[in-house]
Structure formats: structure tokens, C-alpha cells
């Protein structure tokens, strides 16, 4: 890895600043310091910021260099995304899509062939903890960028509002917090586009400490069975003892195309319930890996057939998400917006 110069760091730090040198004034942080990493010898070029306060990673790179995040474990599967048009010729105005994808690569490289807008800058978002960043998280990340950017006003913000998130309306304070640390981060970085006009917050940076550089730019170590308190993949039959009767849990439906499903989620779990019915067949746009979990339960004999087609789960099911619970139960690429909470 590069070894950090800090005359790199405080050009990299103005970045945010001559965006709009007119409108723009600095106002110095006093909370706890970031820790800055350059990925190539130019300071333009790709660069992390970590946050002491939170497992968020946040990476910028320009778009011939993303191959340089994608090195970084945290950055290369579940991520949220912002593709970036600088709009600097006379007229034009900054331009940002947000977005996320739990295949960074690979969306990456459908955007690189199809461009939505011209894109010179790419920042991918994710975290050093595999559990934090579930597909639930991600759209409600997505969420609050995408509002956040629109109510700074510092760049056009393109493609499609999303949908209020489920995790959103749960974890509103968990969003609030995260929102906070990546705004610090991406100024860091030089991408001014959560900030208000007027005025935008300088972090502090300083060289980034060992154990920070280990968590970033290492594989993860993996999560002992008995620590894990989620299911980072897959599936899991053994649940903690009282989990789905919790009175802080927070309980679902799904009622879509005759099938009907209930989960539970609580103290990081989501609960796909027994008795919940699941599309017998694979539908088109499934993700090779959900089709493998409905075919591993067909075969373990956690779902039986009924009368009419559908197949019924046998027992309490384990998931990552209320977004992977959806794709288990409909064989499709739907999203968490079919359930209802009650």
C-alpha cells in the first residue's frame, strides 16, 4: 500500500472547496479525525476514507481506476454507489446517480459499457463488517444519498426517487448516524455533493493507523458460529431461543400472487416463518445463488409441496434480509417493498 503523505491529504481536502470556491466556505470539524488512504502515486487518483466511529469504508476513484477500489474487499460485493459528472464546462451543472448492488463488478462494468450520464468519478460505499452492509441496508442507504443530494442542491441528481425502505422506518436513527459519518468521508475525499451550498465541513484527516489499514484493505476475517448474531449468507435453522416472540421485534407480511409469508426481525435476525408459502419454480431475473438456497431447501426437505403448486416452508428459516426473503419466497428479483409491517 502507498505510504500517506500529508501534502497529498490537504490537496486532496481542497478538492471539495474549489468545486465552487464562490459559494463554498469551510467550517473545521471538532469530532473525531478520519483516517485517509491514497491507492495510486497521483493525488487525484483512487483513494479511501474510514470513519473511527462506524465500519463504513468510502472510496473514490476516477472511472479508468475503479479496478483500484474493487482490490478492497470492503468495496468489492455489497456496496452503495454514486456515479459522478463533474460538469465543469461553461453551462453545465454537476450531475450524481445513486445506486446499489450487492455484485459490485459487475454492475460496474454494465454501467462503464451503458452510461447512464457521463461519468468521470466513481465512490463506492461499504463496510469492513460483512453483516452491516445486508441488501436491506443498501436500499436504505441508497434512500437517504439520494434525498440527501437532492436537498443539497450541489448537483443534479438523475434516475429514479427510490422507495421508502422498511430498515429506514425501523433504524432511523442507524441511517441518521451512518448519513453523518459518510458525509465527513466524502468530503474527505473531494465529492462535496451532501453538503449544503454555503458552507461545508471540513473533516479532519491524519495517516491511517495500522488496524484500520488491516480492516480496509484485508479479507475479513470470518464470523465465529457462536458470535454471529445475523446470517451474513445462506440460510440458518439454529435461531436464538425467544427471538421471534421479542417485544421489540418487528413483524411482516407478504401477500403477492397468491402467496403468502410472514417474517419476523429482530436483534439482527430476519425470520422467514414457518408456514410461509414460496413459488414452486425459479423466475426469470433470480440471481444464480438465490436459485442454489430454494433448490438447497427443496433438497433438505424445508419445503413441501401443496396442492395447488405453491410450496410451504417447514420450519423457522434464517435469512440475511427482508430483500433476500423476498427473492426466497417469489423465485424472482423483487425487492422487501411487497411486505407490509404490522
Not at 7 to 34: D, I, K, N, W, Y
Request: proline share 9%; aromatic share 4%; glycine share 8%.
Amino acid at each position: 500500500m502507498p505510504t500517506f503523505d500529508p501534502a497529498r491529504a490537504a490537496r486532496t481536502m481542497t478538492a471539495a472547496r474549489q468545486a465552487e470556491p464562490s459559494r463554498l466556505t469551510a467550517v473545521t470539524a471538532t469530532g473525531p479525525t478520519l483516517s485517509l488512504v491514497p491507492l495510486t502515486d497521483r493525488p487525484e487518483g483512487a483513494r479511501l476514507a474510514l470513519s473511527p466511529c462506524s465500519p463504513l469504508v468510502a472510496g473514490l476513484a476516477p472511472l479508468a481506476e475503479i479496478d483500484r477500489l474493487l482490490t478492497v474487499p470492503a468495496l468489492a460485493g455489497h456496496v452503495a454507489y454514486a456515479l459522478i459528472h463533474r460538469g465543469e464546462a461553461p453551462g453545465e451543472r454537476p450531475e450524481i446517480r445513486w445506486g446499489e448492488t450487492v455484485l459490485a463488478p459487475q454492475r460496474l462494468r454494465r454501467h462503464r459499457a451503458h452510461p447512464p450520464l457521463p461519468i468521470e468519478e466513481v465512490v463506492l460505499i461499504g463496510a469492513t463488517e460483512p453483516r452491516a452492509m445486508s441488501e436491506s441496508a443498501l436500499l436504505a442507504l441508497q434512500e437517504a444519498l439520494t434525498h440527501q443530494a437532492s436537498r443539497a442542491g450541489r448537483a443534479r441528481v438523475v434516475g429514479a426517487v427510490p422507495r421508502r425502505s422498511w430498515l429506514a422506518a425501523i433504524e432511523p436513527a442507524l441511517i441518521a448516524r451512518w448519513l453523518t459519518d459518510l458525509r465527513g468521508l466524502l468530503v474527505a475525499l473531494g465529492c462535496p455533493y451532501l453538503e449544503p451550498r454555503g458552507a461545508v465541513l471540513t473533516p479532519q484527516v491524519e495517516s491511517l493507523p495500522p488496524a484500520f489499514a488491516a480492516a480496509a484493505c484485508a479479507e475479513p476475517a470470518p464470523i465465529p458460529a457462536a458470535a454471529a448474531v445475523a446470517v451474513p449468507s445462506g440460510y440458518a435453522l439454529d435461531l436464538p431461543a425467544g427471538l421471534t416472540a421479542r417485544a421489540d421485534a418487528a413483524r411482516f407480511t407478504l401477500d403477492w400472487r397468491g402467496l403468502r409469508a410472514h417474517a419476523v426481525v429482530a436483534g439482527g435476525w430476519t425470520v422467514l416463518r414457518a408456514g410461509s408459502h414460496l413459488n414452486r419454480d425459479d423466475r426469470g431475473g433470480i440471481q444464480e445463488c438465490l436459485s442454489r438456497k430454494r433448490q438447497a431447501l427443496r433438497e433438505a426437505n424445508l419445503v413441501r409441496p401443496m396442492a395447488d403448486g405453491r410450496l410451504r416452508l417447514t420450519r423457522d428459516l434464517g435469512l440475511p434480509s427482508l430483500v433476500n426473503a423476498t427473492r426466497v419466497i417469489t423465485g424472482g428479483n423483487e425487492r422487501d417493498r411487497l411486505w407490509a409491517r404490522h
